[in-house]
């Protein structure tokens, strides 16, 4: 867990791939695409199940530890329609029995404008393409000229490292610059943008159980 102060707000930074935004105990997740595997294997591609069990076991002990009040999913809840299949929405809804206590809004992104609102008893508020809290927006996808500081997702921001036997690693990361706040993809099965950090803005990365700033 890495701290850090911004725009006079202070959030946790986690390497479950998640920030806690500790004034409001809003837990911030972006780009889960549940259901991806299941959308990959309707397409006759064959894909490993377990992936949703693992990021909703991820995402239900983070919870634990931390204790939100809410949960905001910023953008591309499920994969494609073809996500919704069943074996996803059941898991999704045995999770959702155990987590009934904690308010969940989904800000809505670009594959959910094809794949379908989530379920209704599935108990998640839809707050549209964006939503301002306090003195922030909290949208899926950054535009060019935010007038407000945005948090958002959408890129799947990724660094490429190199450690000391010359092994070339592409890890998760949080990017930050004066105005906007990246988080990364928490579904575990999806792909990654390289960042291209200018001026002043900040990368975290994760890696080995821990948020470590690297510029």
């Avoid at 837990?27 to 990021?55: T, W």
């Avoid at 490429?160 to 890890?171: A, E, S, Y």
């Amino acid at each position: 867990m890495l701290r850090i102060e911004w725009c006079g707000n202070h959030f946790r930074l986690l390497p479950e791939r998640a920030a806690l935004w500790e004034e409001r105990s809003i837990f911030l997740i972006a780009d889960p695409h549940f259901g991806k595997e299941d959308s990959f294997r309707a397409n006759g591609i064959a894909i490993p199940a377990g992936g949703l069990k693992q990021d909703l076991d991820r995402l239900g002990k983070v919870i634990h530890r931390e204790r939100p009040s809410g949960l905001m999913i910023l953008g591309d809840f499920f994969h494609t329609k073809k996500s919704q299949s069943d074996e996803t929405l059941s898991l999704l809804r045995g999770w959702r029995n155990d987590f009934g206590h904690i308010d969940i809004t989904l800000l809505r992104g670009n594959h959910d404008i094809h794949s379908g609102c989530p379920p209704k008893d599935l108990g998640i508020v839809d707050a549209g393409d964006s939503l301002e809290i306090g003195s922030f927006q909290l949208r899926h996808e950054a535009t060019p000229d935010e007038k407000i500081p945005t948090i958002c997702g959408h890129i799947h921001p990724v660094v490429k490292l190199i450690d000391p036997t010359g092994v070339k690693m592409r890890l998760p990361c949080f990017w930050q610059s004066s105005n906007r706040l990246v988080l990364p993809s928490f579904g575990g099965f999806t792909g990654g943008f390289e960042t291209s950090p200018v001026g002043n803005d900040r990368v975290y990365v994760i890696g080995e159980g821990e948020v470590i700033e690297i510029l």
